[in-house]
Nanobody
């Protein structure tokens, strides 16, 4: 069983900062790309940022310059540093990982989501 456990969500004021964490656990051979998605009420889930196992990053245009994705391969953990937060950033943030098992079977694993609320 492979799980992604997220933490760091909560209430923050506009202009504030927050850091989300997502740790993968279980018997894993390797993790390829890790990514963050978000879903606001009434909206579809949208891509936020991704990072490969070598550190290459990709961001949605809406968050470039404000959000930074990083990872610690030794801890199988991905982070999302969120600066200059806006009310429009309010959403449930989901972690995603492309996992290669010992058997070399490939899995796309999702976290349970963590709520970020940006409000005064």
């Amino acid at each position: 069983q492979v799980q992604l456990v997220e933490s760091g969500g909560g209430l923050v004021q506009p202009g504030g900062s927050l850091r989300l964490s997502c740790a993968a656990s279980g018997v894993i051979f390797s993790i390829d790309t890790m990514a963050w998605y978000r879903q606001a009420p009434g909206n579809q889930r949208e891509f936020v940022a991704s990072i490969t196992n070598s550190g290459a990053t990709n961001y949605a245009d809406s968050v470039k310059g404000r959000l930074t994705i990083s990872r610690d391969n030794a801890k199988n953990t991905v982070y999302l540093k969120m600066n200059s937060l806006k009310p429009k950033d309010t959403a449930v943030y989901y972690c995603n990982a492309e996992v290669l098992l010992i058997s070399r079977s490939r899995l796309a694993v999702w976290g349970q989501g963590t709520l970020v609320t940006v409000s005064a």
